[in-house]
């Protein structure tokens, strides 16, 4: 398993996950998204799930991942062929991409299971993506919460924050 910041070409006839998660309000309800496309380019699988408890913005990140992880060894896919993941959660790909640093403690024990679930896989690599590159799996996420999908912005542009006073 592994973890790229820069972007890498895929490997051949690797899966791809898109995964993405939104506590609304943060922590609150989650919703899980992702995408998961075959390795025939196309997309096979889509998940837009809320969850029944609540938890924090990236307690669902790692819940939509595990989500797609679960459906992908449902199909039996779990140890055919490489995967590429994708999220534009930084904590997420720091923690399952190489040497666990210190979790947030709250979610240890999650991050260990998604970790075992990522074992039964042939090869994953895991990638950091901007925000902008994660849209299909925003939305998706926000849909389960009944939230509208986020306003695209144009390239280069930053959201700009207001000030508290």
Do not use: Y
């Not at 307690?59 to 999220?87: D, K, Y």
């Not at 534009?88 to 979610?107: H, K, M, Y």
């Amino acid at each position: 398993m592994t973890a790229a910041r820069a972007a890498a070409p895929l490997s051949p006839g690797a899966w791809v996950i898109h995964c993405d998660g939104s506590a609304w309000p943060n922590p609150g309800r989650m919703g899980l998204g992702a995408v998961l496309t075959g390795p025939d380019g196309t997309v096979q699988h889509q998940i837009s799930e809320a969850t029944t408890f609540t938890g924090c913005n990236n307690e669902a990140e790692l819940r939509a991942l595990m989500l797609a992880l679960q459906w992908l060894a449902q199909q039996g896919i779990a140890t055919s062929t490489p995967m590429h993941v994708f999220s534009d959660n930084s904590v997420l790909v720091e923690q399952l991409g190489g040497p666990p640093t210190a979790p947030i403690a709250r979610l240890a024990a999650l991050f260990d299971e998604a970790r075992r679930a990522l074992q039964a896989f042939h090869h994953v690599r895991l990638q950091w993506i901007p925000r902008h590159r994660n849209g299909a799996a925003d939305t998706l996420a926000r849909a389960a919460l009944g939230l509208a999908p986020k306003a695209a912005l144009p390239p280069g542009h930053r959201e700009k924050k207001n000030k508290r006073r």
